[in-house]
């Protein structure tokens, strides 16, 4: 056991499939000697050798579809895009290829790949390093899509990633690599240390894909958040005084419908919360499921908190950003209904 | 304003259209031992030459001549052959199965048929085929099932492919035969990546793919010789220059002012320039890429040269976009005819074993039909409606499963 952050967890977590499982290797932009633009596969080729930790080539689609016919030789590649902004380039190889290969070759080739790729805001990167694109691989059969929050989850979910036969897109919310946000620009940032999460064992262990987490219990509301909202949604249950359930879906694909539904018959409110722009995001999945399942039950409409339908801005950011306010706000509507 | 004349844009367009004579004086045919065959493991800056020949076999007179020369057993020449013919056979009696309305689309390889073949006879069971829909050839020369290709095409209760496939974009792993798709062009770094991996294991396994020329165009394909050429993949990568994408010619592609094969000189890879319908030239250049690969010696680009016969699919008339007979015109022949000839020259065939050859085949083929026809045509028969919602995932989630409680299968 060792306390790390996320980083940390999400080394850890290559470092230990490296040495268990000589299938495994990973490749991707400047991760190899330098260890990566944010240190994630930092000392790796050192030590587990050139071959198990190397550079690509700027080429996302390439390094992909390299994965993919890897995977279909029997290896389980993890490779990284280095912004969850430049993966675009391989949505062609992640949808007609990795989603549908076991399908459509009715089961003789399969796709065991994980996709890395820190996503997210909050950091100041303008358009090109913020963008939260889950929504649009949650909608592909096929693929499984998974957002831990913190570095225990980080560290057993990307393991179960990595052993897991089907393509996993591994969105890493860059900005709690080092520390929980919790949306408020105007404090300063906390450390994982003194987070309980980030007491992680040192070696194999896995976090199941489609099992969510209640991370507060509460009656009044449910507030379903996954990546770094997990962290704002906390902060404005505390501030509101409001006692919500929040649960943490750690996977979007597959889903833990049944955690959801299992909440919201009880609290009868529900503020669904993500980083993404609101509409055609995941949240209108979710706002759906919930509404489809559990109309009897609510007794208010449910809210959407996301990001306004603009380009990712920079010198917006903290108005774009989603924060406590605009999460109590929307509890608060829920109560009233 | 200056003096210059003001800008133009060019747009390629083919020298014939329908109702011109057909023109191929744009394809040089150079004498079938013109071509110098170097080492196999001669480093690449001394075989910048290569790409813009043509290597061949097979003189006019149907002998194997030059350095090229694979000097091939009569017998495995002869079931190459059948290879052909049964492809050919094959094409015929679905395409017609198409017209009859016994399924929903079919390509022929018409013309190509030395490309599968004769790499399939190069390469071993171990190894990886990535595919166009244009080599079924390969799986012909390697005694797949023909019935399991008629039910795939018919999608009926016993198609290997669970009804989940547009005809013809087989599978067949056991064959070496990867999962084929209707995207062109996004398996070319799959065969990359699959020989990377051969390599990070020790293996002793290659691969081959194969991309049209129209593909050449995509970013799949400069980013699969990157990706062969950086890591120095155990890989064959085959352009099949059949002329004709649907209906652009090959200069839209971007063959007007280089070959294909020389696109390899940016990546510094070995480009091999090939008569495509010389069975003898396309085993032989296979066989040196192969060798090459083999001996950690990398990747190979090998531009086949060769004429798409028939439409694209069952869904084009090329009689829209070029002149009608230009097949007849194609300067380097046909591949059945070709090696047909090799062998009766040398006296190993004849027109009466070449005739009860057709005949052989055609009535395989015939049979194979009319198994698939028992089991169900289109629309007849299916597979399983539980089949739709297998294979998504290794495990389905909660989604399939309601949904296949829905449709109560």
């Known amino acids: 056991m060792a306390t790390m952050n996320m980083v940390r967890a999400i080394n ?34 050192e030590k587990h050798g050139l071959t198990r930790c190397f550079d690509a080539p700027i080429s996302e689609g390439g390094i992909v579809a390299t994965a993919i016919g890897m995977g279909a030789y029997g290896l389980r590649p993890v490779v990284e895009i280095q912004f969850a902004d430049y993966i675009l380039p391989a949505y062609d190889q992640l949808v007609s290829e990795a989603a549908r290969l076991r399908y459509r070759s009715g089961g003789e080739f399969w796709s065991p790949i994980t996709v890395r790729s820190p996503y997210g805001g909050g950091i100041f990167g303008g358009q090109t390093h913020s963008s939260s694109p ?26 179960a990633a990595i052993e897991d036969d089907d393509p996993v897109i591994f969105l890493e919310p860059k900005r709690i690599y080092n520390g929980p946000f919790d949306g408020r620009f105007d404090r300063p940032v906390g450390t994982w240390a003194q987070h309980p999460a980030s007491e992680v064992p040192d070696g194999h262990y896995t976090v199941p894909l489609g099992k969510a987490a209640t991370v507060r219990a509460g009656a009044a509301v449910t507030v379903l958040a996954y990546g770094t909202m997990v962290h704002v949604a906390l902060s404005a249950v505390e501030e509101s005084g409001i006692d919500a359930e929040v649960i943490d879906l750690r996977s979007i694909v597959p889903l833990d419908l049944d955690a959801i539904l299992h909440s919201v018959r009880r609290t009868r409110r529900c503020v669904v919360v993500h980083e993404a722009s609101r509409f055609a995001g995941f949240g209108g999945e979710l706002s759906s499921l919930v509404q489809e399942r559990c109309f009897y039950h609510l007794e208010a409409p449910i809210e959407r908190v996301a990001g306004w339908d603009t380009p990712y801005p920079h010198a917006f950011e903290r108005d774009y950003f989603v924060g406590p306010a605009r999460i109590i706000a929307a509890m608060q509507r829920t109560l009233k209904g | 304003m200056s003096n210059r004349p003001r800008l133009t844009l060019h747009v390629p367009v083919p020298k014939v259209r329908p109702g011109d004579r057909p023109d191929f004086s744009h394809v040089a045919v150079p004498a079938a031992d013109a071509m110098r065959r170097p080492d196999v493991l001669d480093a690449e800056p001394g075989l910048r030459d290569m790409p813009y020949g043509l290597i061949r076999v097979l003189d006019e007179g149907g002998r194997a001549v030059g350095a090229w020369n694979p000097r091939l057993d009569p017998a495995l020449l002869r079931r190459g052959l059948r290879a052909m013919v049964l492809t050919r056979a094959f094409d015929t009696r679905m395409f017609q199965a198409h017209r009859q309305g016994k399924t929903s689309f079919f390509m022929t390889s018409t013309g190509e048929e030395a490309l599968g073949a004769a790499t399939s006879m190069v390469l071993g069971r171990e190894d990886m085929c990535f595919p166009t829909y244009r080599i079924v050839s390969y799986l012909m020369a390697r005694d797949y099932p023909l019935l399991d290709m008629v039910n795939q095409i018919y999608s009926n209760a016993a198609d290997p492919l669970k009804g989940r496939q547009l005809p013809i974009l087989y599978s067949a792993r056991e064959y070496g035969f990867y999962s084929l ?17 051969s390599a990070y294991k020790g293996d002793d396994r290659i691969a081959i793919s194969f ?199």
């Not at chain 1, 499982?21 to 994630?40: C, H, K, N, S, T």
């Not at chain 2, 798709?181 to 991996?197: E, L, Y």
């Not at chain 2, 990546?267 to 090459?292: I, K, M």
């Open chain 1, 12 to 45: 850890s977590a290559l470092d230990v499939m490296l040495a268990r499982d000589p299938d495994v290797l990973i490749f991707g932009e400047d991760v190899g000697y330098f260890g990566g633009v944010f240190r994630a596969t930092d000392g790796l080729a």
């Open chain 1, 134 to 159: 889950e929504a649009i691989f949650a909608h592909v059969s096929g693929l499984k899509t998974v957002i831990p929050s913190n570095p225990f989850d980080a560290k057993g979910l990307l393991i």
């Open chain 2, 181 to 197: 798709s209707g995207n062109v062009g996004s398996r070319f770094g799959h065969a990359v990546g699959w020989a990377m991996a």
């Open chain 2, 211 to 409: 991309i049209g020329e129209g593909t050449t165009a995509e970013g799949d394909f400069h980013e699969a010789l990157t990706f062969a050429s950086v890591y120095r993949a155990p890989v064959i990568l085959c352009i099949t220059n059949n002329q004709w994408a649907i209906s652009s010619f090959q200069g839209i592609a971007g063959g007007e002012e280089t070959t294909f094969a020389a696109r390899a000189i940016g990546y510094g890879l070995p480009g091999l320039r090939v008569d495509g319908n010389d069975f003898l030239a396309v085993h032989a250049a296979t066989q040196w890429a192969a060798e090459r690969a083999r001996s950690n010696g990398g990747a190979t680009l090998i531009e086949f040269v060769t004429y798409r016969a028939a439409g694209h699919s069952t869904s084009d008339d090329p009689g829209r976009y070029r002149p009608a007979d230009e097949a007849a015109h194609w300067p380097l022949g046909d591949p059945v005819l070709r090696l047909k000839a090799h062998l009766v020259a040398c006296g190993e065939w004849s027109e009466q074993q070449h005739e009860a050859l057709e005949s052989e085949c055609r009535e395989a083929v015939r049979a194979a039909a009319k198994q698939g026809e028992a089991v169900g045509t289109l629309g007849q028969s299916k597979p399983d409606t539980r089949e739709m919602f297998e294979d998504v995932y290794k495990q389905p989630d909660w989604r399939i499963v309601e949904q296949r409680r829905e449709l109560g299968c």
